[in-house]
């Protein structure tokens, strides 16, 4: 992404909307499936600026991260997190069967990253037998807008293509559905405005502050985990997957 984002991220996933309201709907499917353990590894595959494993991952276990970006990194370490390291998530420099979850936040779907089905074919061999996988991507090509230049978005999904690309690296799939449902029109909307009325060079979706509004969209957000994953909903902003890679 453009180097301007990572201060502009690294600044949001302490209190954005979007941020606190996926936070909640991953800590909620992962405790459909996962019980406490402290002592379970995590691996955050494209830990970004570290918001994941400052705010979410250390109630599952000990998280580690890698991430590409050398700028991403040094903003991590300002948080005092143990355990970064500068990797691609198509080579991980690790040792197979070494973690017992791994998430990845939106990380597929950048340019940087060549192929998306080797990434997960890493996330399978460095996962050891009954290993979970978190994974969370941006939805519907048709929601491009400013906001994917900035971040260099090279594709967006659909579930269904989340699904197949999980089977073909070996997964079992117990959830993939679309996330970000009830406030899914105002998006589309925004995209949609953007073809009409182009935001500048650079325009980030972090810029807009909710201000008095941004408790009630994480409200709104967060609210999709009552029913998650128990209904699919048909569309939505991002895809939310929980796959597990088979004992044997």
Known sequence: MDADEYPRMAAAETWHWWYAGMNALSRSL???FLSPDAARR??????????????????FGQPLGVDISPLALRLARQRRLPGLAQASVTA????????DLLVSFDVLYERGVDDDLQALREFWRVLRPGGWLLLRLPAFNFLRGRHD???HTARRYQAGQVNALLRAA???????????????????????????????????DLAWQAGPLNGLLKAILASESLFSPRFSP?????VLALGRKPQR
């Open 92 to 99: 991980l420099p690790l040792a197979a069967a070494a973690f």
């Open 170 to 204: 070996g997964f079992e799939v117990f959830h993939c559905a679309y996330a970000n449902f009830w406030l899914f029109p105002l998006i589309a909307a925004k995209r949609l405005s953007e073809r009409l009325f182009p935001p500048p060079p650079g325009e980030s």
């Open 234 to 238: 048909p569309f939505g902003s991002s």
């Open 30 to 32: 992962l405790k459909r």
């Open 42 to 59: 995590i691996l955050d595959a494209g830990c970004g600026t570290g918001g994941a494993m400052n705010l979410l991952l250390p109630e």
């Open 149 to 151: 230049e900035t971040v």
